[in-house]
């Protein structure tokens, strides 16, 4: 029978020393190094263990360490488990060498990475952000410190749940992580990795009905007839707002990425970056005004200036201009004494709201605003011809620029 010992290793220059693996079987002793690092006054010299005082300022750093070190203890057991049953040469080093194997095989923190990676590999890279953030989260909450997969269970998630409500994030943004975390757990089931503990069952992954985020005419006519020429960042803010509106609220990353070429006999022809969709768009006077302002010079493929083709890391560039928009937007939403916070997304509500109050067909406006939906109205949705939604769209912007 293998034997594991924790041991607390103290150098004489420092109070903080590390914790490490005393491996025995038949009496040949191996050491195995751990990344925890401890003050002397946290070990039990006595007990071999972490002191875990509620009192200390550490102490949930302390819990999850003493946690991790028992779910170690029990994967050397199952490491040599494994080689008695696969009849292989036990020996303290084939132990130890099973034991880092399991370790990184059942890593959460090893899978969530191979997982955004992979999303990285098929150009999914807005997909990818999105899980990097929640891994960043998560790692946070877990104080860098790893966790095996099989060992996400629900009492973890709730604690991950508080953790997030302590930082004051919103029922949403909660759900964002949760629901994120989740679809890593479902792969990793799929993967044959775990079995199913339904870690999720007790917390929350629903979204929460959002607060209005559409304009009313009268603000949008207000917004239009501002004048910022003191401030050509603001002025470059409302502009790409307006053209959004215009463009039945095309989303601010599908503007960043517009080409030339997608623009060909009075017809602006786009792929979504979310869904790859492609829509097609009757260009209009209102649109080429504001491409007037800002069209990018001739050796630029982008048709606006947003991007600059000669710079790399285009995706870079992209969340940079977003995040200095959606800014100078918030400022004019505060000098137009808005209620909510005034960003890009608010005119892709602006135009869905406004084409409901005019009688437009729901099924018109779910296509011209390339969403998807339930399969039956999908079904339904692609039976409409792109001169209804030109024409829909022709409405609203002659009811804008009355």
């Not at 009496?27 to 071999?48: C, L, Y």
């Not at 792969?187 to 992954?205: H, K, Q, Y």
């Not at 503007?255 to 869904?275: M, S, W």
């Amino acid at each position: 029978m293998v034997t594991v010992k924790l041991k607390f290793r103290s150098p004489k220059a420092t109070s903080v020393g590390s914790i490490f693996y005393q491996v025995i079987y038949k009496r040949v002793v191996r050491q195995v190094t751990t990344s925890f690092r401890i003050a002397s006054e946290e070990w039990d010299e006595g007990k071999g263990c972490i002191i875990t005082s509620p009192s200390s300022v550490r102490s949930e750093y302390l819990e999850i360490i003493s946690k991790e070190l028992s779910h170690d203890k029990q994967l050397f057991a199952q490491a040599y488990d494994n080689l008695l049953a696969s009849e292989c040469l036990v020996s303290v080093d084939s132990i130890v060498t099973e034991f880092h194997r399991l370790k990184a095989s059942l890593s959460f923190f090893n899978y969530m990475e191979h997982t955004i990676c992979l999303y990285h590999k098929h150009m999914k890279a807005r997909t990818a952000e999105t899980y990097s953030a929640t891994y960043n989260s998560f790692r946070r909450f877990r104080h860098d410190v790893d966790i095996a997969l099989c060992h996400i269970d629900s009492e973890l998630m709730l604690d991950y749940e508080r953790f997030l409500k302590h930082n004051y994030l919103s029922h949403n943004s909660i759900s964002f992580y949760m629901k994120h975390l989740k679809a890593v757990y479902r792969r990793a089931l799929e993967d044959g990795l775990i079995e199913d503990s339904r870690p999720f069952r007790r917390v929350n992954t629903s979204i929460a009905p959002t607060s209005k985020r559409a304009l009313s005419l009268e603000t949008i006519h207000r917004l239009m007839d501002m004048d910022l020429s003191h401030s050509p960042s603001k002025c470059f803010a409302r502009d790409l707002f307006l053209f959004s509106l215009y463009t039945r609220g095309m989303p601010f990353i599908d503007i960043a990425y517009l080409e030339k070429k997608d623009l060909r006999y009075g017809i602006l022809t786009y792929r979504r970056q979310k869904t790859n969709q492609q829509l097609e768009i009757h260009w209009e006077q209102c649109m080429q005004q504001i491409l007037q302002k800002y069209k990018s010079d001739n050796s630029s493929p982008f048709l606006f200036s947003i991007i600059n083709h000669q710079e790399e890391n285009y995706r870079r560039q992209y969340l940079n201009a977003s995040t200095l928009i959606n800014r100078q937007l918030k400022k004019i939403g505060e000098m137009l004494h808005l209620a909510q916070p005034l960003t890009m997304y608010c005119a892709r509500h602006s135009w869905a709201s406004i084409a409901r109050d005019e009688g437009i067909p729901i099924s018109v406006i779910s296509k011209g605003m390339g969403h998807d939906s339930e399969k039956t109205t999908q079904i339904y949705l692609s039976s409409i011809k792109s001169d209804i939604i030109d024409k829909a769209n022709r409405k609203i912007l002659q009811i804008l620029n009355k």
